[in-house]
């Protein structure tokens, strides 16, 4: 059985900085591209980031770019999203993602999400 | 990037059919056979309902369906259910290499 499992979030500062993890069980790590997808309380899913399978490949949003930054280690299972500069509108629900093959725009399994607070 | 564009909501009648819409470009929707569609319950995570516009992943029920004309995509649930009342979202590849969702579409069963 696939499991995504989040960890990481809580309440943090404007400007201040949070990593985010998910670790993956159920399937072969390594062989798949991984996302992160963010909701901000009572709002829409907003895609953030995606990193290839090998972890060679990353894109981002234009509204984290620069800011965030997606890593993966493949020996441990777990994929991690570095934030930094935090803003108010960061504000959300993260959930880590994985993506069943590449191009594609099927996020085929969901982890149950880690909440980020940024406020003073 | 921007959202791709849904009704705000959606209503019918147990047994009816509904249609919502994902309206998006040439650089996404329109440019790519890699639309899919999540059903999302208050307080849980998005589960995946349709792929590639049309395919279902197993344990999905066949009253879901999905199509695609130039940069518009469609799901459609026929002989609507209680249980099909959630929020839905669709969601695309785009040409940078990105992801775009859709705005949300709040599925009411009368």
């Known amino acids: 059985e696939v499991q995504l499992l989040e960890s990481g979030g809580g309440l943090v500062q404007p400007g201040g900085s949070l990593r985010l993890s998910c670790g993956a069980s159920g399937f072969i790590f390594r062989n798949y591209a991984m996302s992160w997808v963010r909701q901000a309380p009572g709002k829409g899913l907003e895609w953030v980031s995606v990193?290839?399978?090998?972890?060679?490949?990353?894109y981002y949003a234009d509204s984290v770019k620069g800011r965030f930054t997606i890593s993966r280690d493949n020996s441990r299972n777990t994929l991690s999203l570095q934030m930094n500069s935090l803003r108010v509108e960061d504000t959300a629900i993260f959930y880590c993602?994985?993506?069943?093959?590449?191009?594609?725009?099927?996020?085929?399994?969901w982890g149950q999400g880690t909440l980020v607070t940024v406020s003073s | 990037q921007s959202a791709l564009t849904q009704p705000a909501s959606v209503s019918g009648s147990p047994g009816q059919s509904i249609t919502i819409s994902c309206t998006g470009t040439?650089?996404?929707?329109?440019?790519?056979?890699?639309v899919s569609w999540y059903q999302q319950y208050p307080g849980e995570a998005p589960k995946l309902m349709i792929y590639d516009v049309t395919n279902r992943p197993s344990g999905v029920p066949d009253r879901f369906s999905g199509s695609k004309s130039g940069s518009s995509a469609s799901l459609t649930i026929s002989g609507l259910q209680a249980e099909d009342e959630a929020d839905y979202y669709c969601s695309s590849f785009t040409s940078s290499n990105q992801y775009a969702f859709g705005t949300g579409t709040k599925v009411t069963v009368l």
């Open positions: 993602a994985k993506i069943s093959r590449v191009p594609a725009a099927d996020f085929d399994y």
């Open positions: 990193i290839s399978a090998s972890g060679a490949n990353t």
């Open positions: 040439s650089s996404d929707v329109g440019g790519y056979n890699y």
